[in-house]
């Protein structure tokens, strides 16, 4: 009887704590003086959400970027191969799992939808049968207090959605660990990337009355194929990833088009990128897209960034704010100028040389051959390649004034040429 009594209390204290600590630091230590062992809070991406005190001294299995404690991916790995993360997920209650170290896991759950998960290390003492019922007691109080602190990100209820959003929100500077991550959840990091956002306002801050949110996700991700999705700042958005050179094709293109229609959405979509490293200006290039159109009362369905690249430099010139997000000039200048440049130094050819010299003459053949010493034959030679090259026509006035904005940006910046060069390659 008196241990009932005992557990009740303590089960009375974890809940209390919520009011006498309303903190996640707080009631880790009610927690482990409990349980007598090092506590770790996880989302769902392996981010160390907070950890306990005796946890604090224990750093053999963290890896920390950007400022955030991450569980090491070689830990993360043998927890997918011993089906631990099926059994966290797929379970209501906390659980031994015996591997090299004996631990308890239990999944904290918001409205059904597990967010993250408690890890204990057995340490300091032995568990008992009492230590799982604290530890759900401990995941429903933290439930609460996630909710609380707004740290409850996963709209959608997809649990990829923990990635997307620490890559919007956080700046990366490690890209190998990034893309070792990203596997995790099954997408393949190919050669291009595009940013498609879709406006959408929840009508309900509750997860279980936005279920069509949800299968509104899983249908798009249906037409794009390799991407992962959040919901993020009212926003629909998704990272599509493959190997073709606009990333969406014209057939791909016309699905999401008959789609967005259906549905009365609309998109905006950023241009294409290589590097992750600059995914939070790509990000708002697709959000530019949106807004400029708005403004501009232009009724697209789907809104390309690459035209209004110009009404967003005027935008920007005109704001009397300071709080608009400023892109990172470079990430304006147009693909096929570093599609150019990655060929050059592959072939060591001149087509960038040529081409900026070639807009710099007017456009006029003669003059352009004169400057970089080269017969007629040989610059209609490389004309032609880089036509060929870039799937464009150089006649084309739309095509020459991206082309040109993005020499006169390259020209702007008061970066070396080399700089600006490496960061283009990059």
């Known amino acids: 009887?008196?241990?009932?009594?005992?557990?009740?209390?303590k089960k009375y204290e974890l809940y209390n704590s919520l009011f006498t600590e309303n903190s996640m630091d707080g009631i880790l230590n009610i927690g482990e003086?409990?349980?007598?062992?090092?506590i770790f809070i996880l989302d769902t991406s392996y981010r160390i959400m907070a950890r306990s005190s005796l946890a604090k001294l224990d750093n053999s299995s963290?890896?920390?970027?950007?400022?955030?404690?991450?569980?090491?991916?070689d830990i993360v790995q043998l927890m997918q191969k011993n089906k631990c993360i099926d059994n966290i997920y797929n379970s209501d209650n906390a659980f031994f799992h015996n591997s090299d170290e004996i631990l308890i896991f239990c999944s904290i759950r918001i409205n059904n939808i597990t967010v993250g998960y408690i890890s204990v290390l057995q340490s300091k003492r032995k568990f008992n049968a009492e230590d799982l019922e604290l530890t759900n007691v401990l995941s429903k109080v933290f439930s609460i207090q996630l909710q609380k602190e707004n740290l409850f990100i996963s709209n959608s209820g997809l649990d990829e959605e923990y990635y997307l959003t620490d890559l919007l929100i956080n700046r990366i500077d490690n890209i190998e660990y990034m893309t070792e991550r990203l596997q995790y959840v099954n997408f393949n990091l190919s050669e291009n990337l595009i940013i498609l956002?879709?406006?959408?306002?929840?009508?309900y801050k509750d997860y279980r009355h936005n279920f069509g949110l949800k299968e509104?996700?899983?249908?798009?991700?249906?037409?794009?194929?390799?991407?992962?999705?959040t919901y993020y700042k009212d926003t629909i958005t998704f990272l599509i990833s493959n190997g073709h050179k606009e990333v969406i094709t014209d057939s791909l293109k016309e699905t999401i088009l008959e789609f967005l229609k259906l549905n009365n959405l609309r998109c905006g979509i950023s241009m294409v990128f290589q590097n992750?490293?600059?995914?939070?200006?790509?990000?708002?290039?697709?959000?530019?897209?949106?807004?400029?159109?708005?403004?501009?009362?232009?009724?697209?369905?789907?809104n390309y960034f690459e035209d209004y690249i110009e009404y967003y430099l005027f935008n920007m010139s005109m704001s009397t704010t300071n709080d608009l997000y400023k892109i990172n000039l470079l990430t304006l200048v147009h693909p096929y100028i570093k599609k150019l440049i990655k060929f050059d130094d592959q072939n060591k050819t001149e087509l960038f040389k040529t081409l900026k010299i070639y807009l710099e003459n007017n456009r006029n053949a003669n003059d352009t051959s004169i400057k970089l010493n080269i017969h007629r034959?040989?610059?209609?030679y490389r004309y032609n390649k880089i036509q060929?090259?870039?799937?464009?026509s150089l006649g084309n006035n739309n095509n020459l004034f991206k082309l040109e904005l993005s020499f006169k940006i390259l020209d702007y910046n008061a970066l070396t040429e080399i700089q600006i060069i490496d960061f283009l390659r990059v």
């Open 388 to 392: 060929d090259l870039l799937h464009i």
């Open 33 to 38: 003086n409990f349980l007598g062992n090092p």
């Open 1 to 9: 009887m008196q241990k009932k009594n005992d557990l009740y209390k």
């Open 276 to 302: 992750l490293l600059h995914i939070q200006d790509f990000f708002y290039q697709s959000i530019y897209a949106l807004d400029l159109s708005l403004c501009m009362k232009i009724d697209n369905t789907i």
């Open 216 to 229: 509104l996700i899983k249908k798009i991700k249906t037409i794009l194929g390799n991407c992962i999705s």
């Open 62 to 73: 963290i890896e920390t970027h950007n400022g955030e404690s991450y569980l090491l991916l």
């Open 377 to 380: 034959s040989t610059f209609f």
């Open 197 to 203: 956002s879709i406006p959408f306002k929840q009508k």
